[in-house]
């Protein structure tokens, strides 16, 4: 039987109140918030271990939330939004979360998601997964996967988790080359349903913030493909 704590997060108590059936038939332990105040005030009291965030709520919208949950924790975040635009789902993952619901939703699905995400964040990691907990260097460049800290020439650069995940992933396969999908699934996992351009969008502000850190590596694109982290020989 499940023992784990789902924060439940809408501004509709009928949406709250459905979930909150069927998460808690599957056993898990469920906490209610109505807005994005009240679901901080939640996160710091209940310590949850997966939470669903609405994003449009009063007081505080779930992208504000999200990111100020993501400033001391790395529990999953599962947003649900009423909009299927690109911008929604790519902003969400951007500022840390791990997947996403567009409304209307089957609630079945939902609880699907939620085995699915804990799942991964609790499986026990294979051998390349446990090298990519550790430091990764390149000439004026560290990733710290244990601390999600980066250092481009040697001062600490704010990226969101995701960002650092990719990073990590291709950094530690150089000269690999992987598809967008292959990425997706390999750093976003658990049968992600995201757009190919997600991968796009953070390849882009990873560069943004690696800009001539160093002759010796670099992002490369390669057409019709993918990706790939080249580091000169």
Known sequence: MASEK??????????????????????????LAYDGEEALASFEENKPDLVLLDIM?????????????????????????AKGETFDKVLGLELGADDYVVKPFDAKEVVARIKAVLRRCGAEPDKEEEQQTGAIEYENLSLDMSRYELKVKGKVVEA??????????????????????????????????????????????????????????SLKTVWGVGYKFEVKD
């Open 6 to 31: 789902i924060l439940i997060v809408d501004d509709d108590q009928n949406i709250c109140e459905l979930l909150r059936l069927y998460i808690s038939k599957e056993g898990y332990t469920t906490f």
């Open 57 to 81: 709520m009063p007081k505080m919208d779930g992208w504000e939330v999200c990111r100020r949950m993501r400033l001391t924790s790395r529990v999953p975040i599962i947003m649900l939004t």
């Open 160 to 217: 969101p988790p995701k960002e650092l995940e990719l990073l990590a992933y291709l950094a530690g396969r150089p000269n690999r080359v992987f598809t967008r999908n292959q990425l997706l699934d390999d750093v976003w996992g658990f049968d992600y349903f995201g757009d190919s351009r997600t991968i796009d969008v953070h390849i882009k502000r990873l560069r943004e913030k690696l800009e001539g850190a160093s002759e010796q590596w």
